[in-house]
């Protein structure tokens, strides 16, 4: 049975706003009146308060809610000393072959990958289908609007409405960059992150992803990057071009044209 989720707050404040968000997200409203361990009427909440939008799971146990938060924690640490463009993520979309790329990040999930190739100076589109994940997104992109040191590198991230497929006809980037939803194995589930399972939980795998591979390549100019995990069979049995290997996971690179400035 697919777990159960409602839009929410603890603050009397929100309650028009939040109302007005169930309404447009078409999930139930629920107000809450008690600390997240006692809240048993629904699985998960997307809260909203004044710390920001966040999804939180109920019941006994529960871990802290998860927010979109591009100005600590690991996004910071990868801001300050992640590798630059050594990084697996930026030679797989050709940062070491050009500067200031356009990228489509069409999958964007909670906007870490989006945000790492923003920091390396590229003009990032995010898109995700998911109504309530895009919400943390826009809330995530506005606090780091507000923040003195990450504001330019938001500025450089555009949250798009709705999937690859509602895109302009005529919208194309440099590259195109995938990363769907991968169903979990028993060996993976146990390191997943408390996020990554939260949204396994409530959105599953993507049961489209073969398609979303034709559809990027019609919007790339250069080249399609898919991140997949080690062991994953290729987007719709594909083969890359090339493939990048990383500790987790792996980047299949499907080269359109060359980067090449030469």
């Known amino acids: 049975m697919p777990s159960s989720i409602a839009v929410s707050t603890n603050e009397s404040s929100f309650a028009n706003e939040v109302k007005a968000l169930s309404q447009q997200l078409q ?8 600390e997240l361990k006692f809240a048993t009427e629904y699985d998960y909440l997307l809260l909203k308060n004044t710390q920001g939008v966040a999804i939180a799971k109920t019941g006994k146990g529960a871990p802290k809610p998860v927010f979109v938060d591009f ?14 463009k050594g990084q697996d993520i930026a030679k797989a979309v050709g940062l070491n072959k050009r500067n200031q790329l356009s990228v489509l990040d069409a999958t964007a999930g909670l906007g870490r990958d989006a945000f790492v190739l ?17 919400q943390m997104l826009e809330d995530g992109l506005y606090r780091a609007s507000m923040h ?18 509602e895109m302009d006809e005529e919208a194309t ?24 399972a939260f949204f396994r939980d ?22 399609v990057v898919v991140k997949r995990p080690k062991g ?24 359109l044209k060359s980067l090449d400035l030469s």
């Open 27 to 34: 999930l139930p409203y629920f107000f809450l009146k008690k």
């Open 71 to 84: 100005t600590s924690g690991a996004a910071d640490h990868r801001r300050r000393f992640g590798g630059g």
């Open 202 to 223: 409530l959105i599953g795998k993507d049961e489209d992803a073969d398609r979303l591979l034709a559809e990027a390549k019609q919007r790339a100019e250069y080249r």
């Open 232 to 255: 994953a069979p290729y987007l719709n049995g594909e083969e890359p071009t090339y493939q990048l290997d990383g500790k987790s996971g792996r980047f299949d690179v499907y080269v």
């Open 118 to 134: 923003a920091c390396l100076g590229c003009d990032v589109s995010l898109c995700e289908r998911v109504g309530f994940v895009r």
């Open 173 to 196: 980037f440099d590259v195109v960059y995938l990363d769907p939803m991968y169903p979990h194995t028993e060996k993976s589930s146990a390191a997943a992150k408390k996020e990554m």
């Open 148 to 165: 003195a040191e990450v504001a330019e590198i938001a500025a450089k991230m555009t949250l798009q409405m709705g999937d690859l497929a």
